[in-house]
């Protein structure tokens, strides 16, 4: 038994290798990972967000000012190996037991149904005509592209969809302001579609 | 640099394996004073320069406070090393609000107007001057000698699991640890880590979710609030302020004693006292002794009789008040509790002695959570319409959304604070003690509420300590 208390050598030795495991993969994760970001160490899922990394400059006035701790903190807190899963396991404590959203950006609806805001404001703000002027818009750009892939053999293939929220309206529009009339979201889709069949028609190119 | 950031939490167990490494009682103290003086360093990069070069002043001083210098001397050495370290607590803390007041009261006749220096206050520089005058103190009683090194007396100084919000330490107190820290052994890592892990889930799963709802109350128009949300914040907060500053106590004591060191108590149960006086006995007891016994004392104590003992005690508290904070409301907080404490020597205390022990504890509560409307309000303007709106006098009541943690922690919180104070509480202590089974699933749900913590720690942005603002 006393082999194994603290002071023994060889048990001091393998409690500070333990120790050093964190520091060590951190470490690893700030040098290597940004070159090579296959290598770093990552224990969880993928985190979808992006964080802007604020400048490392060690300086006495960033020093006494405070943003090289800040910017220093900051990466140590992304190379931390166990972010992602410590991200998860709260997020996943906050919505079950409260059935609160730690992201900032996704809306909860009616039956704990989840959308990004971006595609419940887009939703909420079509105007009658939009689907068309969007098509017009973004039709060409799509046939270059097509155009494109077919001068060097291959099919280029777009689906259009609709979104969550024009799926499944009855979620989420009374969750934020929605100023849309109702024939004005539903218009939207089909415009788009016409207008994407006219040209795929024209072009010959398949679509799914 | 906050106990529970990322960057501490991936240093930390870098500088302690190299603390464990280290062989011998110079290499233990210096890993240590460097790690301190650095983790200081990271937060406040010119004050710490300030407060070596004030460290090594006293150090100084420290050899013409006891025999044989003749006692004039000592008393003058002991004057001058208390004003210094106190100008550094006026310079920093109070030069701006003594200025301002004295601007407004000279404004009628046309005074110049001093100017303000908005100095930002170093983090922990209240509790760091208090510990230092411990050290002056102590030797000119000869409670203890000076320090044997330069070295430890800057570690006693700068001894990072204490330095930025307390346990105060007294350097009596701790000058045998210092002089040699103590061996580690599995049990100091055991207890210590698990200190630390109650901290973090008081701090981070208590605190801070009560915080966020806290800050909301007090930053509404107090006359817009209705009593049910004024309470609920008021209460929020009585809360918050506990778990946030016994967190960091448990913190603090818990990275000690990783690192083989004991530091004193600072919290015992403080809401389940039964009187005022019982409340400052068992909150922040640090600051309590070392007032009693650096302040109190000193001003004659209970020896003057009783009009100077209402007197002294009054002294006592207005100045713990003022030491929270430049602000006449923390000035007002003292005054209050200090008025508290007459009233338990006049009267109170035997008077609720004889209520019993539910409505002692409702009655301390109520006084003490008045007390913390006081703390809490940003000036004496939104104190009155706050207090008014807790005893439903606000005019046009608004609805508050109130978040969804916040009743769970709350009852959580109230739970955790009042359980002690119930029958429950003796034969669980009785039951933890015997039962090995029990012991193993508080470890467990420890290192549990660690990892939760953790994972709050990572993902919600930070908020400070309440009392590193003092």
Not at chain 1, 38 to 58: E, F, H, Q, S
Not at chain 2, 79 to 88: D, E, K, L, M, R
Not at chain 2, 130 to 147: M, N, W
Request: net charge positive; charged share 15%.
């Amino acid at each position: 038994m006393t082999r194994l208390t603290l002071s023994h050598p060889l048990a001091r030795a393998a409690f500070c290798a333990f120790l050093l495991l964190l520091p060590l993969a951190s470490a690893w994760n700030l040098m290597v990972a940004p070159h090579h970001p296959a290598l770093a160490i990552r224990i969880g899922p993928k985190l979808g967000g992006v964080t802007y990394d604020m400048p490392v400059i060690l300086s006495w006035s960033a020093l006494r000012d405070g943003s090289f701790q800040k910017a220093a903190s900051s990466r140590v807190t992304d190379a931390m190996p166990v972010r992602p899963l410590l991200i998860r396991i709260n997020n996943e404590i906050v919505f079950e037991l409260f059935g609160e959203l730690t992201a900032p950006h996704v809306v909860k609806g009616a039956n704990g149904q989840l959308i990004e805001r971006s595609y419940l404001e887009e939703y909420c703000s079509r105007t009658e005509g939009m689907g068309t002027k969007f098509a017009a818009d973004i039709l060409p750009k799509l046939r270059d592209i097509q155009d494109y892939y077919r001068a060097h053999g291959a099919v280029f293939v777009y689906v259009v969809s609709p979104s969550k929220a024009a799926h499944l309206p009855e979620y989420f529009v009374d969750r934020v302001p929605c100023p849309s009339t109702p024939d004005a979201r539903l218009i939207w889709s089909p415009n788009m579609s016409a207008c994407s069949d006219k040209r795929a028609s024209a072009s010959s190119i398949p679509q799914a | 640099m906050l106990f529970y950031e990322p960057l501490f939490l991936t240093v930390f167990p870098a500088v302690y394996a190299f603390y464990l490494l280290a062989s011998g009682t110079s290499a233990r103290k210096w890993t240590l004073l460097v790690a301190s003086t650095l983790f200081y360093l990271w937060g406040e990069p010119i004050f710490v320069l300030v407060l070596l070069a004030s460290t090594a002043f006293d150090y100084a001083l420290s050899f013409h406070l006891s025999d044989p210098t003749p006692l004039q001397n000592r008393r003058l050495a002991l004057t001058a090393g208390i004003v210094g370290n106190i100008a550094i607590l006026t310079v920093y803390k109070y030069a701006d609000f003594l200025a301002e007041n004295l601007n407004l009261a000279l404004a009628p006749f046309g005074a110049h107007r001093i100017a303000l220096l908005h100095l930002a206050l170093p983090i922990g520089v209240s509790f760091v001057v208090f510990e230092k005058i411990t050290y002056l103190v102590d030797t000119y009683r000869g409670t203890s000698r000076p320090a044997a090194t330069f070295h430890d007396y800057c570690l006693f100084v700068l001894f990072f699991p204490k330095l930025l919000a307390g346990p105060i330490l007294k350097y009596h107190e701790m000058k045998d640890q210092i002089a040699k820290p103590p061996a580690i052994e599995w049990r100091d890592f055991a207890t210590g880590f698990l200190r630390f892990a109650r901290g973090l889930g008081r701090k981070l799963l208590i605190a801070d979710p009560l915080g966020a709802f806290v800050n909301q109350v007090f930053a509404a128009d107090p006359a817009s609030l209705s009593a049910g949300a004024a309470w609920l914040g008021l209460g929020s907060f009585t809360l918050q302020i506990y778990f946030d500053f016994a967190g960091y106590s448990d913190m603090a004591i818990g990275l000690a004693r990783m690192l083989g060191f004991s530091l004193k108590e600072n919290f015992d149960t403080p809401y389940v006292a039964r009187s005022m006086t019982e409340f400052w006995r068992r909150w922040h007891i640090s600051l309590t002794t070392w007032i009693r016994d650096y302040l109190y004392k000193p001003l004659g104590g209970n020896r003057g009789g009783e009009t100077r003992t209402y007197v002294n005690l009054w002294i006592c508290f207005l100045l713990s008040g003022l030491w929270h904070g430049a602000s006449w409301n923390f000035v007002l907080w003292g005054a209050y509790n200090g008025l508290f404490l007459t009233l338990d020597r006049l009267f109170l205390r035997d008077a609720l002695d004889r209520c019993g022990a539910l409505i002692s504890t409702a009655v301390t509560l109520f006084i003490v959570m008045i007390g913390w409307a006081m703390f809490r309000s940003d000036s004496p303007a939104h104190l009155l319409p706050f207090l008014s709106a807790l005893f439903g006098m606000s005019q046009a009541p608004l609805a508050m959304e109130i978040p969804a943690e916040v009743p769970f922690t709350l009852v959580l919180g109230g739970v955790i604070s009042l359980l002690p104070a119930t029958a429950l509480y003796s034969p669980l202590i009785r039951a933890y003690e015997q039962q090995s089974w029990l012991r193993a699933l508080t470890m467990a749900a420890l290192v549990i509420v660690y990892v939760l913590a953790i994972a709050r720690a990572v993902t919600v942005p930070f908020q400070p300590f309440i009392y590193f603002r003092f």
